[in-house]
C-alpha cells in the first residue's frame, strides 16, 4: 500500500459519518509480533495545578543529585524513578488551557483556531492493540464534568471516570442483568453501522473511481469496527476478575484531592494486577476548595497562586507532599506485587508531570516531570536546558519505543530522549 493510501485511510467519511482508524504502519506481523511479548503497562497522570520547581528539581544532575523535598518522599525508590528538568511542548502555552495538550503537545491550546490531537496514551493503544477487556481507562479526580487527558484521533475528549465506585464496578462487578446490557449496547452498535454501511454501498454505483477507492477503504474500516466490537462482546461474557478489596467509597467533599487521587490509584493497582487494562491516565484536578488538612486554610488552587507567599508556600508543600506520598505508596504497590520473575513496576511505565512548569506565574516552560518503573535505568535527574527546553514529546518517543512501538516520532518528539536508557 503506497503512503498516500496509508494517510487516506487513517482518517475516513461517508454518507455523514466519521471512523478514526488505527495507524497502519503496525498492523499485521508488527502488531502480531507485539502481542506475543511480555505485557508492558503504563500510566500516565497529570497534576493540573503544577509542582513547585524549588520542592521538585534537584540542583545537580546525574546520579548523584541532593534530594529536594518532594524527592525525599520518594527516597527508598529513588534507583526506581528519573527526576527531569528542562522539558516542555513547543508552542504550547495558555496556563490552565495547556493541560488539553500535556499528552498530545497539539500547539496554542485556549485559542480561537486550536484543533487538538490524539493524546499519547491512545496512540499507545491504536499501535499495540492490547488484548484486554479495557483497551484503555481515562480517571479523573475531578467531580465536575470528567476533565481527563485522554483524547480520540480526531481530538475529541475521552469522558473520564469520576467515581471510585463506579470504575470499581465496571472492573470487578458484573451482574447478568449488567451483561445482557452490555451485549444489547454491542448489538445496536453494529446495527447503526449496518444500516451506515447500506447506506454508503448505493452510492458506490454514483461515484468517481476515486470516490470509489475510498468508499473501498470507508467498507473495510466499518468492518474492521465490527470486528473489534465482536471482541469486545466476547469479554462482556467472560467473568470479570475476582479481588478481595472492598468497594471503595466515593469522596464526597470537593477539596479533598489527595484523597480521590488515593482511591484512583489503588484501583489503578488493581487493573493493572488483573491484566484488566495496560493504558491508563489520571488527571489530578482540584478545585477552589480547602483541603481538609491539617494546617491548610486555604484552596489548593490559591495556594498555587502562592506568588512567593511564605505562608501559602508553606500550605502548598504540605498538600504537594501528600500528593508525592501517593505517588510513593502506589510505586511500592507496583513494586509489591510479583509478575513471573518481575515485579508490576519493572513492566509499568508510570508518568507523572504537570501542563503547568509553574501555578503561580502559568508557566508552561520547564514541566516537572517524573517516571518510574517501567525497565528503565533509572536513578538520576537528567537535566536539559531549562531556557530552550527539549520537547517533552522525545520522552513519549523513548516510552512508546519501549512499550514496542517501532517509531522514532510522536508529535513534536523526533527521536528518543537523550541519556534515558533500557534495563
Known sequence: MNPKTQTRRRFLRAAGVSLALPLLETTGALAAAAKVLTP????????????????????????????????????????????????????????????????????????????NS???DQYLVERLEPDTRFPY????????????????????????????SALFAKLFLNSPETM?????????????????????????????????????????????????????????????????????????????????????LDLAHLAF????????????????????????TTDYHGLSHHGNDPDKLKQLHIVE?????SLRDFLGKLQGTKEGSETLLDRTVVLTGSNLGSGSSHSTMNLPVILAGGGFKHGQHLAFD??????????????????????????TGKGRLAGLELV
Open 40 to 115: 508492558r503497562r503504563m500510566i500516565a497522570m497529570n497534576v493540573y495545578f503544577g509542582l513547585n520547581a524549588e520542592s521538585l528539581f534537584p540542583r545537580e544532575a546525574g546520579r548523584n543529585y541532593g534530594l529536594t523535598p518532594y524527592l525525599n518522599v520518594l527516597k527508598d525508590q529513588r534507583d526506581s524513578f528519573t527526576v527531569f528538568s528542562g522539558l516542555s511542548h513547543p508552542d504550547v502555552s495558555g496556563g490552565h488551557d495547556a493541560a488539553v495538550s500535556f499528552l498530545t503537545a497539539a500547539p496554542h491550546p485556549g485559542t480561537v483556531k486550536f484543533r
Open 118 to 120: 490524539i493524546s499519547f
Open 137 to 164: 481507562l481515562a480517571l479523573t479526580t475531578s467531580q465536575g464534568g470528567g476533565q481527563g487527558i485522554s483524547f480520540n484521533r480526531m481530538g475529541i475528549r475521552i469522558p473520564a471516570e469520576t467515581k471510585p
Open 180 to 264: 445482557k446490557g452490555q451485549i444489547d449496547r454491542l448489538a445496536e452498535g453494529r446495527s447503526v453501522m449496518d444500516t451506515v454501511l447500506a447506506q454508503a454501498k448505493r452510492l458506490d454505483g454514483e461515484v468517481s473511481a476515486g470516490d470509489r477507492a475510498r468508499l473501498d477503504q470507508y467498507f473495510t474500516a466499518v468492518r474492521e469496527v465490527e470486528q473489534r466490537m465482536v471482541k469486545a462482546q466476547s469479554w462482556v461474557e467472560k467473568p470479570v476478575p475476582e479481588v478481595t478489596a472492598a468497594p471503595p467509597k466515593d469522596i464526597l467533599q470537593h477539596g479533598d484531592v489527595v484523597g480521590r487521587t488515593r482511591l484512583m
Open 273 to 296: 494486577a488483573t491484566d484488566s487494562t495496560r493504558f491508563i491516565t489520571l488527571m489530578i484536578h482540584g478545585d477552589a476548595s480547602r483541603p481538609p488538612i491539617e494546617a491548610v
Open 321 to 325: 507532599n501528600l500528593l508525592m506520598e
Open 386 to 411: 531549562r531556557k530552550t527546553n527539549t520537547p517533552l514529546c522525545r520522552l513519549y518517543v523513548s516510552i512508546a519505543q519501549r512499550l514496542g512501538v517501532q517509531s522514532d516520532v510522536f508529535a
